[in-house]
C-alpha cells in the first residue's frame, strides 16, 4: 500500500501541473475505464494498464481455445476482469459479474456504459453470495482501496474501507444458476477477501456438475485459525471436488495441503491460485 500511495502521489504532482484532476476517461488494453487515481484499483488499471496484468495472461490462456465461454467474475468491483473476460468470450459467450456495494457496482455499471460492444455480454448481478439460503448480506463490506492518503479508518488485514450493501439481494450460488438456467460455466474467478469459503459452498453443486476452472486468491491471514478454521474449511472443499492447485502466475503447482499451503503463502500476503478439476476435460471447447 505504501508502494501505491508514493505512485498515487507522483500521478497527483504531474496531473495538478497539466492542470488537470485525479477523475480521468482513458483506453487501456482495448478497454474504455472511468477511474479514480485515489483508489489502488483504478490506479493499477490506469499505470499498468490492467489490474493484475499476471491474472489476466492467466485466463487468457485458460479462455483462448474456448468457444462462448460462460465466465463467472465473483467480487468484480469496477469490472476490473470482467471487461477483459467480456473480450475473451466475444462475441457468442457471456460473462456473469457479481459485486454487492453500491459503491463498485454503480462503477461498474458505469464502465460497462463505456464500452458497448462488450457491454450486452456481461450481466451484472448485485447479489451478496451465500453459504446457504438463511443467509443475509452485512451491512458492508470492503470495496474501496484508497491510496491517496495512509488512513487509520480501513481494515486492518485487506487495507480496504466499507461500503454498503443496502441493494444487494443475497443467494446462494446454486440458486442463482438454476434461476439464470446456467448449463455451461467454463471459469469462476473469485476475490471476495476471506469470503471464499463461503461462496464456493454455496456453489458445490454448480461445481461438481461443469467443473470450472477457478481462479482464486488464496489469502490466510484473512482468516483465523481454530475451530471455524474457514481456510481449511475452503481447502478441504476444494480437494472433496477434486481440483488441484497451481499457482496462477506461472503454473507451478501449489501444495496440497492446508499447511503446506499456509506456509508456502508469506504473513500478510496472498497467491492467485488457478485450480484444475481432475474429473473435467481440460482440453475441450
Known amino acids: 500500500m505504501l508502494v501505491a500511495h508514493r505512485f498515487n502521489q507522483i500521478v497527483r504532482f504531474a496531473r495538478r501541473l497539466a492542470g488537470r484532476g485525479m477523475n480521468v476517461t482513458c ?9 479514480d487515481l485515489d483508489e489502488g484499483i483504478d490506479l493499477s488499471i490506469y499505470l499498468l494498464g490492467a489490474y493484475e496484468p499476471r491474472t489476466l495472461r492467466a485466463y487468457r490462456a485458460i479462455l483462448a481455445p474456448l468457444r462462448e ?6 467480487g468484480a468491483n469496477i469490472g476490473a476482469h470482467s471487461l477483459h473476460f ?24 458505469l ?11 456481461v450481466t451484472a448481478q ?13 451491512e458492508s463490506l470492503c470495496a474501496s482501496w484508497p491510496v491517496d492518503v495512509l488512513s487509520d479508518d480501513v481494515h ?9 450493501l443496502a441493494s444487494a439481494r443475497a443467494m446462494t450460488g ?10 455451461r460455466l467454463d471459469l469462476l474467478k473469485i476475490d471476495v477477501d476471506g469470503n471464499e469459503h463461503s461462496v464456493l459452498h454455496g456453489f458445490h453443486d454448480t461445481l461438481a456438475r461443469f467443473r470450472p476452472v477457478l481462479l482464486v486468491e488464496l489469502a490466510p491471514y484473512f482468516h ?14 476444494l480437494h472433496d471436488l477434486r481440483y488441484d492447485f497451481f499457482d496462477a502466475n506461472n503454473g507451478r503447482p501449489l501444495p496440497s495441503g492446508v499447511d503446506q499451503l499456509r506456509a508456502r503463502i508469506p504473513a500478510g500476503a496472498s497467491v492467485n491460485a488457478m485450480l484444475l478439476s481432475r474429473s473435467r476435460d481440460r482440453g475441450a471447447g
Open 27 to 35: 483506453r487501456r488494453r482495448g478497454v474504455r475505464w472511468t477511474l
Open 69 to 74: 465461454a460462460v465466465v463467472f467474475d465473483i
Open 86 to 109: 467480456a473480450r475473451l468470450v466475444a462475441p457468442g459467450g457471456r460473462v456473469f459479474a457479481f459485486e454487492a456495494t453500491d459503491y463498485a457496482f454503480g462503477k461498474l455499471r
Open 111 to 121: 464502465n460497462l456504459g463505456l464500452n458497448p460492444a462488450l457491454a450486452p455480454l
Open 126 to 138: 448485485q447479489v451478496y453470495l451465500t453459504a446457504d439460503r438463511a443467509g443475509a448480506p452485512p
Open 156 to 164: 486492518s488485514h485487506s487495507l480496504g474501507r466499507s461500503k454498503s
Open 174 to 183: 446454486d440458486d442463482f444458476c438454476r434461476t439464470a438456467g446456467i448449463t
Open 224 to 237: 483465523v485459525r481454530g475451530e471455524n478454521d474457514a481456510f481449511e474449511q475452503m481447502i478441504r472443499l
